[in-house]
């Protein structure tokens, strides 16, 4: 009887042909085809390392394509801080693999043993000295195999690039302008497109006069969706604005009020689920603690406006798209365009960052649409900033309900948690119905369904993180998921983190305050995580808790996670001061992330995480009226300036006999928990509604028994 081969790490699992991973040139480089995507992140550059690394080259004959259908491996969506985890982990064995292949052909040659030859930039080195390269025996069928899963990488004492920090690859060019992004495309012969969008979520369009748009501009329209195609990006903006103000909408209200979020939250129809459930016999309460906790929706506010590129020929369609999962929005193109998979290719370009799901993969829809009417000739759509922060998904608004008690010891003894929220995936590609905006407006409309929750056991959505981290003997965390959806949610950083983690810590304060236990030492006495407990003690001995108040309105608070219970460990220490608005002055960032691979890529991902937690936590909420969304400026949705910035300090424990694992979210939720606790210290006011503006404090306050 045959032994059950071992499954492969990573993404290789699904894709282990290793001539999809990287390939070899006579010309001395390396090629590297990950289906996993730049999105500011910097993973290309920590991918370039691990390749470096396991094949003994310099980083500098790393070369790394975008993303593409068919030829790059399917590796789903880049999110939830996985990318080290499955890519990585993937690319790290693939290379380990193709290097064995390598020594064991040279060997073959050479007569020299395997394990007697070395490699140093690619060449190999025998004990008589160089006789073969990489470059040499450059062959596209001999990588043509499945990875076996028996050749180990790399032990980490054995690493010389891994562990250290390195520039990003991606940065030269953005810093001094250079055409990186998929905005600059410029391809011969190529239009340009504006869509309009309807007055109204729920809109029809009854009537649209013919008269001639300015600079010659085609309207192209299906239904309730409607685009305009010009020579030059001037003529489609002023033949859009025309076409706007001619259009005529039959518009109806649809929208909550948004003056009435929680009691909407808690009248609409939901599913239920079970979370996490364990009773056991518990001692009388000698203390409880009942809350209740609000975010708003929030948007994803890229920079820039969303964009894409569409060319059809005849049946078939190219897109080039920042899309951050290429193959699941081409299977919703499929559906929408009625199209075979295979007649659809698409192309990852660089857009700005967004940690989640902003209107990449909609404008993708969109520039096909406005294309078709245009064959062989390429069409670039752009989205504006209105439509950005208008029509994009965005994160669910959320009601979180929690009550938990101690006994007389001052020990945790029940924590009942219930979230009631939309769901937070509406990412393509994951059902038989389209989720693409423009595909609900055709005139054969696709009825988007409700969000999904990813399960609990990849991460969950609504339920992320919504588990204590502490020992309690008696647990019962059960989610709701809203059945309707009257504006489109989806992922963004964290997903549903971001209120749990702050609910969760936020009762932990209250519960060392009633029993008179400091924070810090009463989240450790239930820890039984050493690594939860090695960063929370880093984080504080950073700000060197308990911190005194540094000047009237100061205050420190304190909190941790392990994101997602699977992924890095992250404990964050904020100073706030309190004057007309609360503003963030320091935070302090511990963080285990098991093996680092690029130290300052790591303190980047935990820096920026904390920077835009702090945003969303001081300032972000979604206007809306009865009918639409009214925060489509950055005037009316307002972020953090660069003079709102706090001081950040980093501090990683490193693990490198660990796995590695995801950075990109961990310190979100726990930034914003430590936040709402220093303005606790400052102000005695415990904060229950985001952002944690003067309105919403005053209430809080109102509210306080």
């Known amino acids: 009887m045959s032994a059950t081969p071992p499954r492969l790490p990573g993404s290789l699992h699904a894709n282990p042909r290793l001539d999809r991973w990287l390939r070899f040139s006579r010309d001395g480089e390396v090629t590297l085809t990950p289906g996993k995507v730049e999105i500011g992140q910097g993973i290309l550059t920590a991918l370039a390392q691990i390749a470096a690394e396991e094949l003994d080259v310099s980083p500098a004959r790393i070369r790394l394509r975008p993303a593409s259908t068919p030829s790059s491996p399917d590796e789903g969506v880049t999110s939830g801080s996985l990318s080290i985890q499955d890519c990585g982990t993937a690319l790290r064995h693939a290379c380990a693999e193709a290097r064995a292949i390598h020594l064991q052909v040279a060997a073959q040659r050479s007569g020299i043993p395997p394990e007697a030859i070395r490699v140093e930039d690619g060449l190999f080195l025998g004990p008589r000295g160089a006789f073969g390269s990489y470059w040499e025996q450059a062959d596209d069928l001999l990588l043509a195999v499945d990875a076996t899963g028996t050749v180990p990488p790399k032990p980490p004492a054995a690493h ?84 706007a103000a001619r259009a005529v909408w039959d518009i109806r209200d649809s929208l909550p009020d948004e003056n009435a979020l929680p009691a909407w939250l808690d009248e609409t129809p939901a599913e239920h689920a079970e979370v996490a459930r364990h009773d056991a016999p518990l001692p009388d309460a000698a203390h409880t603690v009942r809350a209740r906790f609000f975010r708003p929706f929030l948007a994803h506010a890229s920079i820039a406006p969303s964009c894409a590129v569409a060319r059809w020929d005849g049946d078939a369609v190219e897109i080039w798209t920042h899309s951050q999962g290429l193959y699941n929005l081409r299977a919703d193109l499929a559906l929408v365009l009625d199209l075979p998979p295979e007649r659809i290719t698409l192309h990852h370009a660089e857009g700005a960052g967004c940690y989640g799901h902003n209107g990449a993969d909609d404008a993708a829809l969109d520039a096909a649409l406005a294309a078709r009417a245009h064959p062989g000739r390429p069409v670039k759509l752009c989205w ?157 001995s950073m700000c060197s808790w308990p911190r005194p108040s540094t000047a009237e309105g100061s205050g420190t608070g304190i909190a941790v996670a392990r994101y997602k219970d699977t992924g890095a460990w992250c404990a964050v220490a904020a100073e706030i001061e309190a004057a007309e608005t609360i503003r963030a002055r320091r935070l302090w960032i511990a963080a285990d992330v098991g093996q680092v691979i690029n130290p300052d890529g790591v303190a980047n991902q935990m820096e920026g995480g904390a920077v835009q937690a702090t945003s969303i936590a001081l300032k972000e909420a979604l206007r809306f009226d009865r009918r639409t969304v009214t925060s489509d400026s950055w005037d009316s949705y307002p972020i953090l300036r660069f003079s709102e910035v706090p001081a950040v300090e980093v501090r990683l424990i490193s693990r490198p006999e660990e796995a590695p694992r995801g950075a990109g979210e961990a310190s979100m939720g726990p930034t914003i928990a430590a936040l709402a606790g220093a303005i606790h210290a400052a102000l005695g006011i415990r904060p229950r509604a985001m952002p944690f503006t003067p309105d919403n404090l005053a209430a809080a306050m109102e509210a306080a028994p």
């Open 160 to 243: 010389r690039l891994v562990g250290h920090s390195a520039p990003r690859l991606d940065l030269p060019d953005k810093v001094f302008g250079a055409p990186r992004f998929l905005h600059d495309l410029r391809l011969p012969g190529m239009l340009h497109a504006r869509t309009v969008r309807p007055p109204a979520r729920d809109a029809t369009l009854r009537d649209l006069p013919d008269a001639p748009l300015p600079g010659g501009a085609t309207p192209v329209r299906d239904g309730n969706f409607l685009a305009v195609v010009a020579e030059d990006e001037a003529g489609a903006e002023a033949a859009a604005a025309r076409l």
């Open 384 to 540: 504006t900033r209105a439509e950005e922060l208008a029509w994009s998904p965005h994160s669910p608004a959320a009601a979180v309900a929690v009550e938990a008690s101690l006994d007389a010891s001052g020990t945790l003894r029940h924590w009942r948690m219930s979230i009631r929220s939309n769901g937070h995936s509406s990412r393509p590609g994951r059902g038989s119905v389209p989720t693409l905006l423009a595909a609900a407006h055709l005139a054969k409309p696709f009825t988007i369904p409700p969000a999904m929750n990813p399960s609990t056991a990849t991460g969950g959505g609504a339920q992320r993180n919504a588990r204590p981290i502490y020992r309690i003997p008696a647990l019962d965390v059960e989610v709701h998921r809203l059945l309707q959806m009257p504006i489109r949610s989806s992922a963004l950083r964290g997903l549903g983190a971001l209120v749990n983690v702050w609910a969760i810590e936020a009762v932990m304060d209250e519960l060392a305050e009633r029993c008179g236990a400091d924070p810090v030492e009463f989240r450790l006495r239930h820890l039984d995580d050493p690594r939860a407990a090695a960063v929370l003690r880093a984080a504080a």
